[in-house]
């Protein structure tokens, strides 16, 4: 049961929705005021062409300019999380799993429930054998995200295998089946059942 997925698909998924034209977050409203403000943060258009940029370095696996692009961006603009996400991806294709590390704590400081980076986090905990880490991580994500796919599989699978954890892992099969129809999870699904 490999937890192995396409880094260029959290690349997309992960990161792309972050660097529109404008992001929107809520102003703290007084409880008398009946119209909720909302505020735009404007990101400048050379930070998104150079994230573009530095995307198609991580694509092409030249990953020293891909760090080098994102490090440029975080000192202009250190407000998403996207840009340290494809550093910890970069230092991750290196072999630099403290660098790896570093920046997914960054980027889950400024959004503790991101999906793409707890689930890096959590396959970099895992390949450590820092399970109970791993756990912690994936349930970060559940906490706002509590359908996601990925989330559920990989955390499935760290509760099978490595935490010997089968009520855990049956529970997230199942929430995982109730989404979507998956073989495969049915499959892990009725071995699980089996040795339970």
């Known amino acids: 049961m490999p937890i192995t997925i396409s880094k260029n698909i959290l690349l997309l998924c992960g990161c792309l929705s972050l660097f529109s034209c404008a992001i929107e977050t809520k102003d703290v409203v007084q409880p008398e005021q009946k119209i909720e403000k909302v505020k735009k943060i404007e990101i400048d258009?050379?930070?998104?062409?150079?994230?573009?940029?530095?995307?198609?370095?991580?694509?092409?696996?030249?990953y020293q300019s891909a760090i080098d692009l994102l490090h440029n961006i975080i000192k202009t603009d250190d407000r998403f999380a996207a840009p340290f996400i494809n550093l910890a991806i970069a230092y991750e294709r290196l072999g630099n799993n403290k660098q790896t590390e570093k920046y997914l704590h960054k980027a889950l400081n400024i959004d503790l429930t991101n999906v793409v980076a707890n689930n890096e986090l959590g396959i970099l905990y895992r390949q450590q054998g820092r399970f109970s880490d791993a756990r912690k991580a994936y349930e970060n994500a559940l906490l706002k995200h509590p359908n996601n796919l990925l989330i559920l599989r990989n955390f499935g699978i760290l509760c099978d295998l490595y935490l010997s954890d089968l009520s855990c892992a049956q529970q997230l099969y199942k929430k995982y089946?109730?989404?979507?129809d998956?073989?495969?999870?049915?499959?892990?699904?009725?071995?699980l059942e089996r040795r339970m």
């Open 177 to 180: 089946l109730d989404i979507s």
């Open 182 to 191: 998956n073989k495969k999870i049915k499959i892990w699904l009725l071995d």
């Open 45 to 62: 258009k050379t930070i998104i062409l150079k994230f573009d940029q530095a995307k198609k370095y991580l694509n092409n696996k030249q």
